[in-house]
T-cell receptor, first 109, second 115 residues
Framework: DQQVKQNSPSLSVQEGRISILNCDYTNSMFDYFLWYKKYPAEGPTFLISISSIKDKNEDGRFTVFLNKSAKHLSLHIVPSQPGDSAVYFCAASENQFYFGTGTSLTVIP | GAGVSQSPRYKVAKRGQDVALRCDPISGHVSLFWYQQALGQGPEFLTYFQNEAQLDKSGLPSDRFFAERPEGSVSTLKIQRTQQEDSAVYLC?????????????FGSGTRLTVV
């Protein structure tokens, strides 16, 4: 059973606008969350993380929001750039990480 | 090396053949993980090593899958009598810390195709 879900398989955004990628999880014991970015033929690369004791973490253009009561995680990218086009995976951890199925982001120049 | 290295990058195996996939983690990384990523899916956990000890193998799909890390550095994932459903990208990741909380550094993966 999928414990981490990304319900949008794809997203297209105009360059300069905000990209919002969403992730839902079912296990309330998860206490650490990450976002990974993946280009074709490469392994996922770490992007940003958040601990369950926080509700927001910001790193440059990337901000991750955590809503524990809703078991919902989101990644905001602003402003979006064409180089951000990739597949984004969210992952949640209790002892090891469980990944969502990914959202393919296309930023249109 | 600077990153996690996996070999081979691509492997085509005939059904029933045994395969061995290699992972060279980042030097000094204590934790090593194997994940299986089927087409259109996210990575799914297979097994976890802390140094040479295999602490969790709950994700291995069958007893045809076997992983080892005898000296606490290089790891090998072996699949015996490969089946078509084994076709996937096998990702290795390593982490400096002893728990996954530190996040992983992934290799580029080995794409296994069973024909």
């Amino acid at each position: 059973d999928q414990q981490v879900k990304q319900n949008s398989p794809s997203l297209s955004v105009q360059e300069g606008r905000i990209s919002i990628l969403n992730c839902d999880y079912t296990n309330s014991m998860f206490d650490y969350f990450l976002w990974y970015k993946k280009y074709p033929a490469e392994g996922p690369t770490f992007l940003i993380s958040i601990s369950s004791i926080k509700d927001k973490n910001e790193d440059g253009r990337f901000t991750v929001f955590l809503n524990k009561s809703a078991k919902h995680l989101s990644l905001h990218i602003v402003p979006s750039q064409p180089g951000d086009s990739a597949v984004y995976f969210c992952a949640a951890s209790e002892n090891q990480f469980y990944f969502g199925t990914g959202t393919s982001l296309t930023v249109i120049p | 090396g600077a990153g996690v290295s996996q070999s081979p990058r691509y492997k085509v195996a005939k059904r029933g053949q045994d395969v061995a996939l290699r992972c060279d983690p980042i030097s000094g990384h204590v934790s090593l993980f194997w994940y299986q990523q089927a087409l259109g899916q996210g990575p799914e956990f297979l097994t976890y090593f802390q140094n040479e000890a295999q602490l969790d193998k709950s994700g291995l799909p069958s007893d045809r899958f076997f992983a080892e890390r005898p000296e606490g550095s290089v790891s090998t994932l072996k699949i015996q009598r490969t089946q078509q459903e084994d076709s996937a990208v096998y990702l290795c990741a390593s982490s400096l810390g002893q728990t996954p909380r530190y996040g992983y550094t992934f290799g580029s993966g080995t794409r296994l195709t069973v024909v």
